[in-house]
């Protein structure tokens, strides 16, 4: 069936019995290639039959379909006549994992993090209705996703608008662990799973109930009462109409119920209700862990194995333990509990735990009311996601120097996720905010002494380390840090290397014993260590920084700015990613594409006049 499918219009002409059976080729085609590639399964699969719905019913490109995260889109990608690539999904060179607007017409909006569809549907619609233009828009949107302010607060635009957007909340009942808020309690204790009926079912009622006419008039309390399907609308105070809840995987009920939802107009929310995981045993029993997994054998389903220790496991670790004595320690996540390593965290102090769901700027204001309470709140958060949080840590916490730690995970490149997930900002943005000290360790030892330091030193700290495994640490033990020192790793007398991190590795090898290079751990990236930079300036050293994060605005301009005030002009190399979006692909080989491995700086090294010296026989 999926071989002769090459754009959606192949969908119109298959019978209900031919596009139940696609529905089950697309299971296994989306199983067999994440085994291979890794990814977002268990969101896809429970897509599936929403997905087929849509492209049966709607008419992509000229509707616009808009899928929130757009992690949940596989189906749409091998139904947009990209199954001959799908194979590649998530490698080099390969399709994304989200959907992209310049891989596909079909492809509406460009995503990877949460919350986007609903504004981005909103401006769709505005220049539609201002062009005079004539097609729909439908959005997506899982109920983490709703969690985000960006989604809540352009529901309430598009209300107040009225404005012509279908919005399907994809309701599993779970985020990447189980989902949290308000109105996520409020669908449970509507008893929203009881509820779910046969769409077609619903869908019949639906009609009876609602009219274009009927949603046009004055007499809101009428309103209400004709557009309940069930007794309640947990939208009325938007003014949306909801339909719902019905079941996402009746796919016969869906493609009715959707065939007349596009005849009416106005905003409405469909309430579909699906299981994570959906048509694959281990992966609805378990979709935490089936969220996003790495290659696994579909004959032997164990998820990917967990190799070593996680710098996100170092982390929470610490943590534990330090909270231990420090009743005053309080983590919060915007729902990345697993993925921050919080889990033993949240089961030992769960009334100093709160995952405040999609919302990563309600995470970083709330350790700002935690610290203004005398609390000491860590934000455990990614690179990429504390983007999203930019004013709040400004100006809810730098401004008064307030003591909230940022542990920020998943810096630098991260691999097969690709440009909207790789962490290459933080050092650039988070630099030019005074108070904020910036901090990257070289192991899991150092991240404990950081951690601990940091909790010392007071005001806000943000500690940036790298996506992957590190070496485990004893428990209880906990190595002092000289605080804003870099530490030189390995001696030398031409060149000093600067690195921090990940870096800090490739850069020990390039300079292998070469007595010319000198390395330097420079864990301080703000403020930096200005007295051994001096130093080594005034040894006569050159300078050759190396960052795994965007050059512009990055360490080594930091570097360059603390030189030039100090009136030295030394000559100084910086490697790091140029000013152009880094794609998916495995970290180590982006590393050596971008030239911030060893071979790479040995290629500065010898650009700097450092030559290899030649082994006998070389
Ligand atoms: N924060 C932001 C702003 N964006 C993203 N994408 C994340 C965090 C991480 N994240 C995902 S998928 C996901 C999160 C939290 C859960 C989404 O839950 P939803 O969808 O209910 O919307 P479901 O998986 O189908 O249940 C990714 O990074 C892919
Ligand atoms: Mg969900």
Do not use: W
């Given at each position: 069936m999926l071989d002769g499918i090459e754009g959606p219009q192949d969908l119109k002409r298959l019978s209900e019995r031919e596009l139940g059976e696609l529905v089950e080729e697309l299971r296994s085609e989306i199983i067999r290639v994440t085994a291979q590639t890794?990814?977002?399964?268990a969101s896809s699969l429970g897509a599936v039959e929403l997905i087929v719905a849509l492209h049966r019913v709607f008419d992509s490109p000229r509707d616009k379909i808009l899928f929130d995260v757009?992690?949940?889109a596989y189906a749409h990608k091998l139904l947009t006549g990209r199954r001959d690539r799908f194979?590649?999904?998530?490698?080099?060179g390969g399709i994304s994992g989200f959907t992209k607007v310049s891989e596909s017409p079909h492809d509406a909006i460009t995503v990877?993090?949460?919350?986007t569809s609903l504004a981005n549907a909103l401006g769709m619609a505005l220049a539609r209705d201002v062009k005079g233009e004539d097609y729909k828009i439908v959005a997506v949107i899982g109920d983490g996703a709703l969690t985000g302010g960006m989604a809540l607060a352009a529901l309430n635009k598009i209300g107040e608008l009225g404005k012509d957007i279908l919005i399907i909340l994809?309701?599993?009942?779970?985020?990447?662990s189980p989902n949290v808020g308000a109105l996520n309690r409020y669908f449970r204790s509507l008893q929203v799973q009881r509820w779910v009926q046969g769409a077609e079912a619903t869908g019949k009622k639906v009609l009876e109930r609602i009219s274009p006419k009927l949603y046009g008039l004055a007499d809101r309390a009428k309103e209400a009462a004709k557009l309940l399907?069930?007794?309640?609308?947990?939208?009325y105070a938007w003014r949306l109409r909801y339909v719902g809840p019905?079941?996402?995987?009746d796919l016969r009920g869906l493609i009715y119920l959707l065939e007349h939802l596009k005849a009416l107009e106005g905003p409405t929310i469909l309430h579909i209700v699906t299981k994570k995981g959906y048509g694959y045993k281990v992966a609805e029993e378990d979709p935490v862990k089936w969220h996003g997994v790495g290659?696994?054998?579909?004959?032997?389903?164990?998820?990917s194995k967990k190799k070593g220790y996680s710098w996100s496991l170092a982390f929470g670790d610490a943590l534990v333990e330090l909270a231990q004595t420090d009743e005053r320690i309080y983590a919060i996540t915007p729902a990345m509990r697993e993925g921050s390593g919080l889990t033993e965290f949240a089961e030992r102090f769960p009334e100093r735990?709160?995952?405040?769901?999609?919302a990563e700027d309600v995470a970083v204001t709330t350790g700002a009311g935690l610290a203004l309470s005398g609390m000491r709140p860590?934000?455990?958060?990614?690179s990429t996601f504390l983007q999203r949080a930019v004013d709040q840590v400004i100006h809810d916490v730098a401004i008064e120097n307030l003591n909230v730690i940022f542990a920020i995970d998943r810096a630098g490149l991260v691999g097969a996720d690709g440009p909207t997930h790789h962490g290459v900002f933080d050092i650039s943005i988070l630099r030019a905010i005074p108070n904020l000290k910036i901090l990257a360790p070289k192991d899991a030892a150092e991240l404990r002494a950081m951690l601990k330091a940091a909790f010392e030193v007071g005001g806000p700290v943000a500690i940036r380390y790298p996506r992957g495994q590190t070496d485990p640490v004893q428990p209880g033990l906990w190595p002092e840090i000289e605080w804003g020192r870099w530490e030189i790793v390995k001696e030398g007398d031409e060149v000093a290397i600067l690195a921090f991190g990940k870096t800090l590795g490739y850069a020990l090898e390039a300079a292998?014993?070469?007595?010319r290079v000198a390395v330097v751990n420079?864990?301080?990236?703000?403020?930096?260590?200005e007295a051994m930079l001096r130093a080594l300036v005034a040894r006569g050293m050159r300078i050759l920084t190396v960052e795994?994060?965007?050059?512009?605005?990055g360490f080594g301009s930091a570097v360059l700015e603390a030189l030039e005030a100090m009136g030295r002009s030394v000559p100084v190399r910086r490697l790091g990613l140029p000013d152009r979006f880094t794609g998916q692909g495995k970290i180590e080989r982006l590393h050596q594409k971008a030239g911030i491995d060893a071979a790479g700086i040995r290629r500065a090294l010898a650009e700097m006049g450092v030559k290899p010296v030649l082994a006998f026989g070389e």
């Open positions: 890794g990814g977002h399964l757009g992690h949940q194979h590649t999904l998530r490698q080099e990877g993090h949460a919350s994809n309701d599993n009942e779970m985020s990447i399907v069930h007794q309640e609308n947990p939208f019905v079941d996402g995987h290659p696994f054998d579909p004959k032997a389903p164990q998820g735990y709160v995952d405040v769901g999609i860590v934000v455990a958060i990614y292998g014993d070469d007595p420079a864990r301080f990236i703000k403020p930096l260590d795994d994060h965007q050059l512009c605005g």
